[in-house]
């Protein structure tokens, strides 16, 4: 663990030279699974039609169907080397979130959350842009705000038993 900022900066900077170094691996290695099952695709065909022309000359020719070429999957453009600027962007980003204290404040009630940009029509008439989702979410959270009094009806077993 780091003591000073320089060993932190170091730290941060190899941990992003890690991440982008698995993620490259990752590349790397689904590019050659991917080129690895073509070659499979293209030797099993090249077997299949070897073996029919060898029934074919033997006079057993209707025995076996002539084999389809198979779907090939295109290959992919090869993974580049992560650059320099790429590994400085994922420690800046992972700097930026360690660094977050979390003073931003989550909205405490429903309110907050619905707020939105105003605008106005044609008329001048001013209304808040707010969808319909933040209300739901609101309503499914149970922070409303809304506390009903009301209790649900009773049933009628529950009528008996309490003999209203």
Wanted: contains cysteine; aromatic residues 10%; hydrophobic residues 30%.
């Amino acid at each position: 663990m780091g003591t000073n900022p320089y060993e932190l900066r170091l730290q941060l900077f190899q941990e992003a030279k890690n991440i982008c170094w698995e993620e490259y691996n990752s590349k790397v290695s689904n590019f050659d699974r991917i080129r690895e099952n073509n070659n499979d695709l293209k030797l099993k065909y090249d077997a299949d039609l070897a073996a029919y022309h060898e029934q074919e000359e033997k006079g057993n020719g209707g025995a076996l169907k002539y084999p389809t070429y198979p779907d090939i999957k295109p290959l992919p453009e090869f993974p580049e080397y992560p650059s320099m600027e790429e590994i400085k962007d994922r420690a800046t980003f992972i700097r930026d979130f360690c660094d977050d204290k979390g003073d931003k404040p989550a909205p405490r009630n429903w309110r907050e959350e619905l707020k939105g940009n105003e605008r106005s029509n044609y008329l001048g008439n001013t209304f808040r842009d707010t969808s319909v989702a933040p209300h739901l979410s609101a309503l499914k959270k149970g922070t409303t705000g809304i506390s009903s009094w009301l209790r649900p009806p009773l049933s009628f077993q529950m009528m008996r038993e309490v003999k209203c």
